[in-house]
């Protein structure tokens, strides 16, 4: 990822961030921080809240939509997913960048129109799909991993955020990025099951992906646990990969330099050497690499990039189409789901 400083314009990027919810002010805290870049205007259906915003991070405070508009070189769109698109509308014909929290849109067809309007006006669009920048996935990404199975679990309690969409969009869709990036295949078949507990849509789901490719994926979300854990594990026939989202940390096994210990263990059991199989220490046997992390926060990573993207013109890291890939199979399994309601 390019470091912006390096590629400084003479002139600040303009940026703005609609809705100043949790999301929105941890955006405007960021920008704030990123040199060769200006918070020029915060925005919030709710008065107060851009107002608190703004206080709090020095920053203009936009009553009126059309206001931000000719202030702004990018934007933040981080409102809830039902009104996406209509805000993307917006700034995408006036040629303004867009970074759009995740999901894309509510469904693959209002995705899909986010992506042609882009393609249309040559904008910038970048999805928030912020795991993609944890150091962890970085850190794996360098391993060039080939995986043939992968488990992802994302569980917590309810924080009553985004429960506008159901589980599989509002939490899943995380996974569901970073598999079709690992997988670099089409998904050929889904299978999911599903409850709706507190509403309408689902709010535990399992889903399992299947890719033309061979490769396997098993999803499990749930927003309604008793304790927190996102974690992630590949499995490769050259290497077994373990993430732990939360914690930023990861470890690998790899096959060469291990295999032999481990059927020299075996070997000894079976010529009976080894009597208590209690007594051997696998961590002995199979070396356990932590993976090297890089110290930086995530959605720093994911706000450098969305700069550097627009003040050079590259593609970003998350495209748009990439964020409609994602929605488009969060459709699939919400359909392969079918009803959640508990009777």
Same mark, same amino acid.
């Given at each position: 990822?390019?470091?912006?400083?390096?590629?400084?314009?003479?002139?600040?990027?303009?940026?703005?961030?609609?809705?100043?919810?949790?999301?929105?002010?941890?955006?405007?805290?960021?920008?704030?921080?990123?040199?060769?870049?200006?918070?020029?205007?915060?925005?919030?259906?709710?008065?107060?809240?851009?107002?608190?915003?703004?206080?709090?991070?020095?920053?203009?405070?936009?009553?009126?939509?059309?206001?931000?508009?000719?202030?702004?070189?990018?934007?933040?769109?981080?409102?809830?997913?039902?009104?996406?698109?209509?805000?993307?509308?917006?700034?995408?014909?006036?040629?303004?960048?867009?970074?759009?929290?995740?999901?894309?849109?509510?469904?693959?067809?209002?995705?899909?129109?986010?992506?042609?309007?882009?393609?249309?006006?040559? !904008?910038?669009?970048?999805? #928030?799909? %912020? @795991?993609?920048?944890?150091? $962890?996935?970085?850190?794996?990404? =360098?391993? *060039?991993?080939?995986?043939?199975?992968?488990?992802?679990?994302?569980?917590?309690?309810?924080?009553?955020?985004?429960?506008?969409?159901?589980?599989?969009?509002?939490?899943?869709?995380?996974?569901?990025?970073?598999?079709?990036?690992?997988?670099?295949?089409?998904?050929?078949?889904?299978?999911?099951?599903?409850?709706?507990?507190?509403?309408?849509?689902?709010?535990?789901?399992?889903?399992?992906?299947?890719?033309?490719?061979?490769?396997?994926?098993?999803?499990?979300?749930?927003?309604?646990?008793?304790?927190?854990?996102?974690?992630?594990?590949?499995?490769?026939?050259?290497?077994?990969?373990?993430?732990?989202?939360?914690?930023?940390?990861?470890? !690998?096994?790899?096959?060469? #330099?291990? %295999? @032999?210990?481990?059927?020299? $263990?075996?070997?000894?059991?079976? =010529?009976? *050497?080894?009597?208590?199989?209690?007594?051997?220490?696998?961590?002995?046997?199979?070396?356990?690499?932590?993976?090297?992390?890089?110290?930086?926060?995530?959605?720093?990573?994911?706000?450098?990039?969305?700069?550097?993207?627009?003040?050079?013109?590259?593609?970003?890291?998350?495209?748009?189409?990439?964020?409609?890939?994602?929605?488009?199979?969060?459709?699939?399994?919400?359909?392969?789901?079918?009803?959640?309601?508990?009777?």
């Amino acid at each position: 990822m390019s470091n912006t400083s390096s590629n400084k314009p003479e002139k600040p990027l303009r940026v703005g961030v609609i809705g100043c919810g949790r999301m929105g002010r941890l955006h405007v805290r960021v920008y704030s921080q990123i040199p060769g870049v200006k918070v020029t205007g915060v925005f919030d259906a709710s008065p107060d809240a851009a107002a608190a915003v703004a206080t709090e991070f020095a920053a203009p405070a936009i009553k009126n939509l059309n206001e931000l508009f000719p202030q702004v070189d990018a934007v933040t769109i981080a409102v809830p997913t039902l009104s996406h698109l209509a805000i993307a509308r917006q700034c995408i014909e006036r040629k303004i960048a867009c970074l759009i929290e995740k999901p894309l849109a509510r469904d693959a067809a209002e995705a899909r129109q986010i992506v042609e309007l882009a393609q249309k006006h040559k !904008v910038t669009v970048q999805v #928030g799909h %912020i @795991e993609q920048f944890n150091p $962890a996935i970085r850190a794996m990404s =360098r391993l *060039e991993i080939k995986p043939r199975f992968m488990e992802a679990t994302r569980i917590s309690p309810m924080t009553f955020r985004s429960i506008d969409v159901g589980v599989v969009l509002d939490m899943m869709i995380h996974d569901i990025d970073i598999v079709l990036r690992l997988a670099n295949s089409t998904v050929s078949k889904i299978d999911a099951v599903g409850v709706s507990v507190i509403g309408d849509v689902e709010d535990i789901c399992n889903a399992r992906l299947t890719f033309a490719s061979g490769c396997v994926a098993n999803l499990t979300a749930s927003r309604i646990a008793m304790k927190t854990e996102r974690r992630l594990r590949v499995f490769s026939p050259d290497a077994y990969v373990s993430i732990d989202y939360q914690k930023r940390q990861g470890a !690998v096994i790899r096959k060469h #330099g291990n %295999i @032999e210990a481990v059927r020299n $263990a075996a070997a000894k059991i079976r =010529r009976g *050497e080894v009597q208590d199989l209690s007594k051997l220490n696998f961590q002995d046997l199979v070396h356990i690499e932590n993976l090297k992390i890089d110290d930086i926060e995530p959605l720093r990573a994911e706000l450098d990039a969305f700069v550097d993207a627009v003040n050079n013109g590259s593609t970003p890291v998350v495209t748009a189409q990439d964020g409609l890939h994602a929605v488009e199979v969060a459709a699939r399994i919400v359909q392969a789901i079918g009803p959640t309601t508990l009777s």
